[in-house]
C-alpha cells in the first residue's frame, strides 16, 4: 500500500497539481483580499479602532479558510469519485485502491489545503494599512495583489491579463459597494 500511495503521490505532483492547486490558491486569496479590504474600509469610515478592525478581518478570514476548506474537500473528493467511476465502467474493473483511486483523493486534499491557507493572504490589506497609515496606498496594494493574482492564472499573456483586469475590477467594484453602504 505504501508503494501504491508513493505512485499516486508522485501522479499527483506530475499530472494535477500545478493546475488545481493554482487555481484554489487564486479562489482563496481572492476572497481573503476582497473580505480584507471591506471590512478594512468600512471599518475605517466607521471609525472603528483598528483593533476592532483587524478582530474583523481576522475572524472572517478564519471562516472563510474553514469554509473554503471544507467546500473544496466535499467538492473535489466527489469529482474524483465520479471520474474513478467513469473510468470504472469504460474499463468494466473496479479501481478502489489504486494509484488512480490514491491519486484522486490526496489531490482533493492538496486542493483543499491550498484553498484553505490562502484566505490568510488577504491579511496583506490589513498589514499594509497598519504599516502605512493611509487608506488610498491600503486599497492600491489590494488591487495590486488582485492583480498579480490574476497574472498567475490562465496560459497566454492575453489571458493572465485580462484575468487581472477582471480580478481588480472585482477590487473596485467592492471598494465602492463598501463606500457606498457606509455613507
Not at 20 to 31: K, N, P, Q, T, W
Not at 92 to 111: C, N, P
Request: aromatic share 12%; proline share 1%.
Amino acid at each position: 500500500m505504501a508503494n501504491k500511495l508513493y505512485e499516486a503521490f508522485k501522479y499527483v505532483i506530475k499530472y494535477e497539481l500545478a493546475s488545481s492547486v493554482r487555481r484554489y490558491i487564486v479562489l482563496g486569496a481572492f476572497d481573503g483580499i476582497l473580505l480584507s479590504l471591506s471590512i478594512l474600509l468600512s471599518g475605517i469610515l466607521s471609525h472603528f479602532s483598528l483593533e476592532d478592525i483587524s478582530v474583523a478581518i481576522y475572524s472572517g478570514i478564519i471562516a472563510t479558510a474553514i469554509s473554503s476548506t471544507w467546500n473544496a474537500l466535499v467538492v473535489e473528493l466527489s469529482e474524483k469519485k465520479a471520474e474513478l467511476e467513469k473510468i470504472e465502467k469504460q474499463v468494466l474493473k473496479s479501481l478502489r485502491g489504486t494509484i488512480y483511486d490514491y491519486s484522486g483523493k490526496i489531490a482533493s486534499i492538496f486542493s483543499a489545503m491550498a484553498h484553505g491557507v490562502s484566505p490568510f493572504l488577504g491579511l496583506i490589506v490589513l498589514y499594509s494599512y497598519e504599516y502605512l497609515h493611509n487608506v488610498f496606498l491600503s486599497v492600491g496594494i489590494s488591487l495590486l495583489c488582485l492583480g498579480v493574482l490574476g497574472i498567475l492564472y490562465g496560459d497566454r499573456i492575453r489571458d493572465k491579463m485580462y484575468t487581472s483586469l477582471q480580478l481588480i475590477i472585482a477590487g473596485l467594484i467592492t471598494s465602492f459597494i463598501t463606500l457606498f453602504i457606509i455613507r
